[in-house]
């Protein structure tokens, strides 16, 4: 086991977990950002940058400081180790660099696109990012590709995390992924559309932090936060069944795998629970999803709300960016 300190909280983990692993068993606001590392793909992180943190010391055996910050998905803890996220500058002014680079290609088209509204780039450049753009170059474009009759690829949008290689690679039976090119010529392999037929090609769409990979079923249908999430199930003799239902009214628009705090999918679904089953009445349903207060999916989507709490978690928020160091308890809390 080794101990170390994430912005002054100690927490113990397993030797050869990563930094980010260990600021999640932590929690809260200071877990660094991360938007192509994905526990349930294997080899996935170390591309983005945008988890990126400072280490202090490195351990209790070799006290230096790491010369450079680290991707904090891709580096594992020592003991005796000391991290800073939060409370270093330089990493808030790397990481807001890091949002400047990923943006510099990254069209600013939310008002059109699927994804607004439950999108980490989007997320992630409203916290850390600069509120005005340097670049003056041309920006690349793509022509759309459809990938089979259910999923569209918008590459323009695509910030080559490589996750939707990893599902092509991990959860379908050929070999059928690749980025082709380098540097701004780099883009997704059009082979990808090869992974179309397999039972679980759909989950390309859930895993890509941006609107490059959208469901053509719901497509332009509507803005998510006016949708209605319900956790649902149904007997599936491919996947667990257990999905959201993005619904209006009775209307089923959209189902979709469900995700963690994190954003990640831990049971991935099966195309013909994606795709096929847009009735109501081929699911049981469980209830209400719940939806962080922070997400703009939060609109209009009552649940019954501990105001107690809630006042606590703004306190907290507003005692943080104040740069106060929060009672330990509470982070986990
Ligand atoms: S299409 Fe989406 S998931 Fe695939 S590499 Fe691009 S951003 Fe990542
Ligand atoms: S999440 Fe660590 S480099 Fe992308």
């Known amino acids: 086991m080794a101990k170390l300190t ?19 068993q932590i929690g809260g606001a200071l877990v660094p950002p991360a938007m192509c590392y994905y526990s349930s793909l294997k080899e996935t992180g170390g591309k983005c940058r945008v988890c990126l943190v400072k280490v202090a010391q490195g351990s209790t055996k070799d006290p230096r400081p790491m010369p450079k910050l680290v991707a ?9 180790m000391v991290v800073q996220n939060l409370t270093s ?13 990923l943006l510099l290609n990254h069209p600013l088209d939310c008002p059109i696109c699927d994804q607004a509204g439950e999108c980490d780039l989007q997320n992630l450049a409203y916290e850390h990012g600069a509120s005005t753009t340097r670049y003056e170059g041309e920006r690349r474009t793509f022509e759309k590709i459809d990938i089979g009759d259910k999923i569209k690829l918008h590459m323009t949008r695509c910030i080559l995390c490589y996750r939707c290689t990893y599902v ?45 990979l959208t469901d053509r079923t719901f497509r332009f249908k509507s803005r998510v936060w006016f949708t209605d999430p319900k956790d649902a199930h149904r007997n599936c003799t491919k996947c667990s069944g257990k999905v959201v239902l993005w619904m209006k009214g009775d209307e089923v628009l959209r189902v979709t795998a469900r995700k963690d705090q994190y954003g990640e999918v831990k049971e991935y679904i099966c195309n013909e629970c994606r795709f096929e089953h847009k009735k109501v009445s ?12 922070h997400s703009v999916i939060a609109q209009n989507h009552y649940e019954k709300i501990d105001l107690q709490k809630l006042k606590k ?3 907290r928020q507003l005692e943080f960016q104040r740069g106060k160091q929060l009672p330990e308890n509470e982070i986990h809390s």
């Open 282 to 293: 081929d699911w049981t349903v469980e209830g209400p999803r719940h939806i962080d207060r």
């Open 168 to 212: 092509a690679d991990q959860l379908t039976n050929e070999r059928v992924h690749g980025v082709i090119g380098r540097g701004d010529r780099a883009e997704i392999s059009t082979y990808i559309q090869k992974a179309v037929d397999n039972d679980f090609s759909g989950n390309m769409i859930d895993v890509c932090p941006v609107g490059a």
């Open 89 to 101: 500058p330089e990493v808030l002014e790397a990481r807001k660099g890091v949002v400047e680079f």
């Open 313 to 315: 978690e703004v306190e």
């Open 6 to 24: 994430i912005d002054g909280v100690e927490v113990e983990v397993p030797d050869g977990t990563s930094i980010l692993n260990a600021a999640r």
């Open 72 to 80: 904090s998905c891709r580096t594992p803890v020592g003991d005796g």
